[in-house]
């Protein structure tokens, strides 16, 4: 279980964060949703380790997690088996297995021998990232951290390294943490939504999806995310940089 327990934070005099309560079952994928600057990211670097919070406890009783950036942040004089095979090498394992561990992560991505012997300068975005993703995989996590990974990325490709994810997910029995300012993205993979709005960062929404991920189509999604737009508090998170503009 993962638990941020009555958590606030704040960055100088700016409190970013107010009051989450919030728990993640092993198992289960939650989403953070919401518009930029209602604190999600913040959120998640708590429950990476990377802030610790200005009040409240985060609990964390997973073995171990594994983080996707946005920005794929892949070590650029490194090629992408080396990058893939980072963590390994950190853990002391020899080239020989770990190499062949991230050869198999690769083909799992999508990617061939030739895709990994580049360096990331010479891999198109999608490339980047499936790389950046089999990288927080080869350290078998049981917690995966995903933020706004592929937000940079065209639709089409979008969506393919959403089914990715999900089925990568299911595979390995992982629980994860997805942040996104995506509705519809948050549908696609999660089994509970957590809507949140900015000033200082809150909750203000909560639906858990009883529908199977693997049954969900797009007129699923489409109509999904207009009845949570029809929510007053989920419309009015969404409105919050309208209103700024």
């Known amino acids: 279980m993962l638990h941020w327990q009555h958590i606030s934070h704040r960055f100088g005099l700016t409190d970013v964060l107010e009051d989450i309560d919030l728990s993640l079952q092993k198992g289960r994928v939650l989403s953070l949703v919401g518009p930029s600057g209602c604190g999600k990211s913040t ?3 708590i429950a990476a380790g990377l802030l610790d919070p200005t009040e409240g406890v985060l609990i964390n009783e997973f073995e171990r997690l594994a983080i996707v950036f946005q920005d794929h942040r892949l070590l650029p004089w490194r090629r992408g088996i080396d990058n893939i095979a980072y963590g390994l090498k950190a853990r002391g394992m020899p080239k ?4 062949a561990a991230a050869r198999q992560l690769a083909r799992r991505m999508g ?5 990994i012997s580049k360096f990331p300068h010479e891999l198109s975005g999608g490339m980047r990232q499936r790389i950046s993703l089999a990288r927080a995989l080869a350290v078998q996590p049981d ?3 995903l933020d706004e990974p592929f937000s940079a990325l065209d639709v089409g490709l979008r969506r393919d390294l959403q089914d990715l994810v999900v089925s990568l997910i299911a595979e390995h029995g992982l629980s994860g943490v997805f942040v996104t300012h995506d509705l519809s993205e948050a549908l ?3 089994d509970e939504i957590i809507v949140m709005a900015p000033d200082p960062g809150r909750i203000v929404y909560r639906q858990q999806i009883a529908l199977p991920v693997a049954e969900r189509d797009e007129t699923y999604v489409f109509q999904a995310v207009g009845q949570l737009m ?3 508090a989920v419309d009015a998170a969404f409105r919050v940089n309208e209103k700024a503009a």
């Open 43 to 45: 959120l998640l670097n």
């Open 111 to 115: 990617l061939d021998d030739e895709d």
């Open 230 to 232: 029809q929510v007053p």
């Open 188 to 190: 696609r993979v999660s």
């Open 143 to 145: 917690l995966l951290l």
């Open 96 to 99: 020989a297995e770990r190499h």
